[in-house]
């Protein structure tokens, strides 16, 4: 069965960084385009930055150039580091891939639990 299991998460003063990652495991055959979301409280989940597998990188205009995306192929592995945060960067970060799984039926939409993450100012 395949899974995503994020990590990375916690408290950072305002102006900080912090790095989450996120791996697949289990049964896997292909990866493809993996992304990181956020839902801040009392908000709708947003999404921040996506990576395709030829590593072509898109953000949303709230983390454009403080949040880099990047991932490694061999790891099944995306990463979030995120520079510069501030108290609006607050919220329960999840990662979502597209994966097929070996003997499967093609590529389905995955998501791991999430990992909180608390600016404080």
């Known amino acids: 069965q395949v899974r995503l299991v994020e990590s990375g998460g916690g408290l950072v003063q305002a102006g900080g960084s912090l790095r989450l990652s996120c791996t697949a495991s289990?049964?896997?055959?292909?990866?493809?385009?993996m992304a990181w979301y956020r839902r801040a409280p009392e908000k709708t989940r947003e999404l921040i930055a996506t990576?395709?597998?030829?590593?072509?990188?898109n953000y949303a205009d709230s983390v454009k150039g403080r949040f880099a995306i990047s991932r490694d192929n061999d790891k099944n592995t995306v990463y979030l580091q995120a520079d510069s945060v501030n108290v609006d960067d607050t919220g329960v970060y999840s990662c979502n891939a597209y994966i097929s799984a070996s003997g499967g039926w093609g590529f389905m939409n995955y998501w791991g639990q999430g990992t909180q993450v608390t600016v404080s100012s």
């Open positions: 289990g049964s896997i055959s292909s990866i493809g385009t």
């Open positions: 990576i395709n597998n030829a590593g072509h990188a």
